[in-house]
């Protein structure tokens, strides 16, 4: 049985994202066969192209970790109707310097949870654009805009019942994309 280790990016910082809390959800719902690794995008200087000769320690770590990956997860909150600053510095970062594009290749998937109706409908739409720009193959559907309200978690964090079953597919899927693209 072939191994994978997943790369992820959660685009939230704040301690009680929900966005963390989802992703560290979605993990439980990988096979075991699935391994994965939450890269640390917060402790990433503001990316500026005169540091690409000579890139910072947490960035080369995080393109080390990027690049020892099969895949990606992003599970990402909305700011201002698009993706966090922090994502887009990640992004930035591990794709430069031109040539050197760490993200090139890796399939990815793209999810999100808001308090919002829409949960994160625009900023996995900018989030997918990047993307499709850095040579990721990202999954198309299942779309998971996920609303965050009472009941999407357990007390344990994990997913509650109401939600497993849809977010069990869309794991089932990501693992069938990553498989078929690693």
Known sequence: MAQYQIAVVVGSLR????????????????????????????????????DDANQ???????????????????????????????????LDHASRPYGQN????????????????????????????????????TLGQPEAFIHAKDGLFNDDDSVGAGSKDFLQGWMDAYVAWVKKHA
């Open 15 to 50: 301690k009680d994202s929900f966005n963390r809390k989802l992703a560290n959800a979605l993990v439980k719902l990988a096979p075991a066969e699935f391994t994965f690794k939450f890269l640390d995008i917060g402790s990433l200087p503001l990316y500026n192209q005169d």
């Open 56 to 90: 910072a320690e947490a960035v080369k770590r995080m393109k080390a970790d990027i690049t020892a990956s099969q895949g990606l997860l992003f599970v990402t909150a909305e700011y201002n109707r698009s993706m966090p600053g922090v994502l887009k510095n990640a």
């Open 102 to 137: 760490a993200w090139a290749g890796k399939p990815a998937g793209v999810i999100g949870a808001s308090i919002g109706a829409i949960g994160t409908a625009l900023a996995q739409q900018h989030l997918r654009n990047v993307l499709a720009y850095l040579d990721a193959p």
